[in-house]
Antibody, heavy 123, light 107 residues
Framework: EVQLVESGGGLVKPGGSLRLSCAAS????????MNWVRQAPGKGLEWVGR??????????EYAAPVKGRFTISRDDSENTLALEMNSLKTEDTAVYYC??????????????WGRGTLVTVSS | DIQMTQSPSSLSASVGDRVTITCRAS??????LNWYQQKPGKAPKLLIY???NLESGVPSRISGSGSGTDFTLTISSLQPEDFATYYC?????????FGGGTKVEIK
């Protein structure tokens, strides 16, 4: 089955760190550019960042609110995407989704989403 | 960054109604515009890509149009399963950005 499954969410204090994982199955993960999008409770969708496939350089891009605090990485041998989050702020509280464009490995028409994992930043 | 503005932010409609949602980009994005549907507690689902292409499995009562800065999502005859929140998203350049959403509620 083609799917993405996120894990690692939870409650963390402001200034703390958390690492999210996304397990991919049913498709050739190494070919895909992978993205993270978040959604604060009751709010809209916000793109967090992406990582290119290794064949396209494996480089990353980030949204301004998380740049310098969040790091996206991938392990193609384990078909896993990660989001390392440091210096967390209350405004980072959100459901975090991993997603990709299966039709176009390097595209941004997101046809595959995980179910999401909730991150709550609170003292 | 490219700002995406959706209107209305919410609407009430009846089963069988024709519903139109608009999305405006702050600069031209050609046809690099996608539409998603999200139901409570679920991940968004791609409906339309590249402005007017219907994603596989999406009913034909849903359509998209537009180019440049102005885009439209139309549901020709609203069905009970269409009550949800709809988002547009530009895929033209990073940072990728979404509209604020349109909640379609039952009248």
């Amino acid at each position: 089955e083609v799917q993405l499954v996120e894990s690692g969410g939870g409650l963390v204090k402001p200034g703390g760190s958390l690492r999210l994982s996304c397990a991919a199955s049913g498709f050739t993960f190494s070919n895909e550019w992978m993205n993270w999008v978040r959604q604060a409770p009751g709010k809209g969708l916000e793109w967090v960042g992406r990582i290119r496939s290794k064949t396209d350089g494996g480089t990353t891009e980030y949204a301004a609110p998380v740049k310098g605090r969040f790091t996206i990485s991938r392990d193609d041998s384990e078909n896993t995407l990660a989001l390392e989050m440091n210096s967390l702020k209350t405004e980072d509280t959100a459901v975090y989704y991993c997603l990709t464009d299966l039709k176009n490995g390097d595209g941004s028409d997101f046809d595959l989403w995980g179910r999401g994992t909730l991150v709550t930043v609170s003292s | 960054d490219i700002q995406m503005t959706q209107s209305p932010s919410s609407l009430s409609a009846s089963v069988g109604d024709r519903v139109t949602i608009t999305c405006r980009a702050s600069q031209s994005i050609n046809r690099n515009l996608n539409w998603y549907q999200q139901k409570p507690g679920k991940a968004p689902k791609l409906l339309i890509y590249t402005a007017s292409n219907l994603e596989s499995g999406v009913p034909s009562r849903i359509s998209g149009s537009g180019s440049g800065t102005d885009f439209t999502l139309t549901i020709s005859s609203l069905q009970p399963e269409d009550f949800a929140t709809y988002y547009c998203q530009q895929s033209y350049t990073t940072p990728l950005t979404f509209g604020g959403g349109t909640k379609v509620e039952i009248k």
